[in-house]
């Protein structure tokens, strides 16, 4: 743990309860839904935390209550710290409130997360899918999600994919 | 006849600005198939005759979804669909990859890797730098520029087949170090390419830095302030463009960056042509880096002993038994990493490249999620778009450098 | 005197035939097939948003129009350039006069910011 | 259609003009511009000055389709790139060809999941396939000139 980092853990769990854990050097703090947005607002604003690195998300999808883990990264660029805030999201209609105010890059991370994972964000200027085609149902990053394996063509079982082989017409 | 299939204008509503409605202005795709949008990029252009009143990027033409095909490999075979991401600069994300396993099984790794590891991410950096200086000058109509600068690439393409066997998708860096030593041949090789390299960038300097066409297309064009540039997430040589010096080599050294000493190239203005002249500077630092590394490349093995992670080299298998059961085990099931998650940065050549792996203990990871430089630097795109000329739009999308598969994944 | 004209003729002739002759080759052995899809106008693979013809701004007219007044200009060179030998004087000050008048235009064009894109 | 559907088997006369006219079609190819993903790469490569693949009648690059004649698949077909691609095909005026570089355009090659179509043929109908992850630029000039073998022996009969 950098000792520059000392007060800002400080001030996130004195705020908002939170736990704090540590894994090789990455900080890691672990809050509420509703306060990502203060949190957010506070590490750009008093702890000069001026870069989002990323935002992602994670499914735990056997476990239903908190299914999904949202991960958003800060990286300060003037102190060179690291920190990542989590977010506990129950798998039933998940939904987050949306920090594009706060970070503009936020705003396609947001919709990536939405199409991936189905996670709603209220608040969110246009939330389309940003990766998937439009029309595109299900949400693929999530575990239940089939991967989408098609039993490659060799040439002992050549012939019965080459029938069913969607091959265009002319 | 068929009737023409048109897509009518309110189901884009909400994008667009009222006038777009009303058909004053034109409502125009420049799409997934363009000479100038650098890969399969779809830009919806709201032109008011040659001035973009808005620009609306969709992405996810190449979205090939290596992230979840990556979560049904285990940690060894996942390292090859790493090369499919970035595929300018696949050294470094084999770089990132291994660096980010390491650090979750806390492999160590030799320094004669580490030194080699270094020379290849600066080689894979000038390549892809002189493919962006290619193609962009193709977009400012300076043709010849793409025919030198392609010159350049082959010779370093011939030192990435000299030790690996295959010009682009090498999968050298592997967990543990690199996949076999070095050839003889490799340091006179790359030590020809040194001393010749610095001579072909000042060419590229004289045929476009003070040529009034290319300096007209590209001066105070898409300008982003460095606070806008934080902002909307940029990193790489458009947020050293506009001032911030940010560059995980010098701000976080891994691999024994430290011990090299070079510059961060930075500019004020932030425009195109502040990103060109970074980006020219990046190509004389590394090669000065690439001098000093090849300098301090000791001796020694290249890969960690440690076989619990590493398959053991062929020589040993067929003599020590453990090495045959350490390398069947490694090659079936795979090594199973601690349940935790790690996240680590490298400095590619378009920003910061991040590796988020999630790990439940298994052989395979868990979930893994890829921080590409150039999805969040093409987020600026309409932000620095706006009541530009469509030419303009050209040189600025050449400028973020931006590579299709690092957007989409 | 008529042999000069038959040579232009011949060379007239030769060269339509050669046009034909190319494009009249390609239109019998090409094999054509029509589809709507194929009609339909190209937008780098997309659908095309709203009417193709629609009102072009006023500045485009005002573009071609430039182009083709300096552009004539330059076509009445082409036939001084070749008597230039037997005007002697009398011709480089005719063309001067020429030229200087459109600079006048031109220069006029400049001032009124005709050439600005805005 | 053109003339020679009507006078197919005239003997000599067609097998001359047969001869005529693939000739002419393999001197001018100009592929559409058409780079989706890594094996772009190295069909730029092959377009660069060491390769040089205009030396094979490739010297235009054209991006907009009713200029070319070939359409070269360089890169890994995604869900949402399977239409355009498709209409960027249809709009390409005949006689026209495909070649599906790369293992990804070919089967899918190292994506076997939902996001990419495991193989161009399930879109367009591919005359050469090109191995290889990115094919290197030999590999390319290899498959054009296999295609140019096969344009050559192509009947007018059986031109539809």
């Keep these: ?170 | 006849m068929t009737q023409l299939q048109e897509v009518s204008v309110d189901d884009i509503k909400h994008l667009v600005s009222e006038r777009a409605i009303q058909g004053e202005t034109v409502l125009l795709n420049m799409g997934p198939q363009h000479p100038s949008t650098h890969g399969v990029l779809r830009l919806l252009l709201e032109l008011d005759g040659e001035t973009v009143v808005s620009c609306i990027p969709d992405i996810g033409f190449l979205h090939t979804g290596i992230e979840k095909n990556m979560e049904s490999k285990t940690y060894a075979k996942a390292a090859v669909m790493t090369d499919r991401l970035d595929y300018l600069n696949t050294l470094g994300n084999n770089l990132a990859y291994s660096m980010a396993v390491e650090k979750l099984i806390e492999l160590d790794v030799p320094d004669r890797a580490q030194s080699i590891r270094v020379i290849l991410a600066e080689l894979q950096r000038i390549a892809s730098h002189l493919i962006w200086l290619g193609t962009t000058g193709l977009d400012v109509a300076a043709m010849s520029t793409f025919l030198y600068c392609f010159r350049e690439r082959e010779s370093i393409l011939d030192i990435f087949e000299l030790c690996s066997g295959q010009r682009m998708m090498t999968t050298y860096i592997r967990p543990g170090g690199i996949w076999r030593d070095v050839p003889v041949e490799f340091e006179a090789a790359v030590r020809a390419f040194i001393k010749m390299f610095p001579k072909r960038v000042d060419e590229y300097e004289a045929l476009l830095s003070r040529n009034p066409l290319f300096l007209d297309r590209t001066f105070g064009i898409g300008a982003v302030s460095s606070e806008q540039a934080l902002n909307f997430g940029m990193t790489g040589p458009p947020l050293r463009a506009s001032g911030v010096k940010w560059d995980l080599r010098k701000a976080r050294p891994y691999s024994g960056y430290e011990q090299y000493d070079f510059e961060v190239p930075t500019r004020t203005e932030g425009d195109v042509y502040a990103r060109y002249i970074v980006r020219i500077e990046e190509l004389r630092q590394s090669v000065k880096i690439i001098e000093q590394a090849l300098n301090k490349m000791p001796l020694g093995p290249v890969r960690s002993s440690n076989h619990k992670f590493v398959p053991p080299p062929r020589s040993e298998i067929g003599v020590n038994m453990e090495a045959l059961i350490h390398h069947f085990k490694l090659w079936t099931e795979g090594f199973s990493a601690p349940k935790c998650a790690v996240y680590n940065a490298v400095e590619s050549p378009r920003g910061e490249l991040g590796v988020y792996i999630v790990s439940d203990g298994g052989p395979k990871p868990y979930r893994i999620h890829w921080r590409t430089p150039s999805f969040d630097n093409l987020l600026a795109l309409p932000f620095m778009a706006k009541g530009v000329l469509v030419a303009d739009l050209v040189a600025i999308i050449g400028s973020v450098d931006i590579v299709l598969g690092d957007v989409d994944r | 005197m008529l042999l000069e004209y038959t040579a232009i003729a011949i060379f007239i002739i030769v060269a339509i035939a050669i046009g034909f002759i190319a494009i009249g080759l390609g239109t019998i052995f090409g094999p054509r097939k029509k589809s709507g899809i194929k009609s339909m106008p190209y937008e780098s693979g997309m659908d095309p948003i709203g009417p193709g013809t629609r009102r072009l701004p006023v500045r485009f007219y005002l573009i071609a129009v430039l182009f083709i007044l300096f552009d004539i200009e330059v076509i009445f060179f082409l036939p001084w350039a070749i008597v230039f030998r037997q005007l002697g004087w009398f011709g480089l000050i005719e063309m001067f006069i020429f030229i200087i008048i459109l600079l006048v235009g031109y220069f006029y064009a400049w001032k009124k910011g005709a050439l600005e894109w805005e | 259609m053109g003339v020679e559907q009507k006078l197919a088997n005239m003997g000599a006369v067609t097998t001359t003009l047969e001869t005529v006219v693939n000739w002419s079609r393999t001197r001018a190819m100009w592929p559409l511009l058409f780079g989706l993903a890594c094996c772009a790469i190295e069909m730029m490569a092959a377009e660069g000055a060491h390769y040089d693949m205009s030396r094979f009648g490739m010297e235009l690059m054209r991006p907009s389709p009713r200029q070319s004649d070939l359409m070269i698949v360089a890169g890994r077909v995604s869900r949402k790139m399977a239409p355009v691609l498709r209409r960027l095909y249809d709009q390409m005026p005949e006689p026209k060809w495909v070649i599906a570089m790369g293992d990804c355009a070919s089967c899918g090659g190292v994506f076997n999941n939902y996001a990419v179509v495991a193989g161009v043929d399930e879109i367009v109908p591919v005359d050469i396939y090109i191995a290889g992850c990115p094919p290197r630029p030999e590999a390319l000039i290899h498959g054009i000139m296999t295609l140019y073998d096969k344009v050559n022996h192509n009947k007018i009969k059986d031109q539809a």
């Design chain 1, 1 to 170: 743990m950098k000792p520059e980092l000392e007060p800002t853990i400080q001030a996130l769990t004195k705020t908002f309860n939170s736990q704090v854990n540590e894994f090789r050097g990455d900080v890691r703090v672990t809050i509420l839904a509703e306060s990502i947005v203060a949190a957010a607002q506070m590490l750009r604003d008093e702890f000069d935390f001026s870069l989002l690195s990323t935002m992602t998300a994670v499914d735990f999808w056997p476990e239903e209550n908190p299914r999904f883990e949202v991960i958003y990264l800060f990286t300060s660029v003037s102190k060179i710290l690291n920190l990542s805030v989590l977010v506990q999201v129950p798998g039933i209609n998940p939904s987050l409130p949306t920090i594009t105010g706060i970070f503009k890059n936020a705003v396609w991370r947001e919709r990536e997360v939405w199409d991936m994972f189905g996670i709603k964000f209220e608040g969110h200027p246009d939330l389309r899918r940003i990766l998937m085609p439009a029309d595109w149902e299900g949400h693929p990053l999530r575990k239940d999600y089939p991967l989408g394996y098609e039993e490659p063509q060799f040439t002992f079982n050549f012939e019965e994919i080459d029938l069913r082989k969607p091959y265009a017409k002319e």
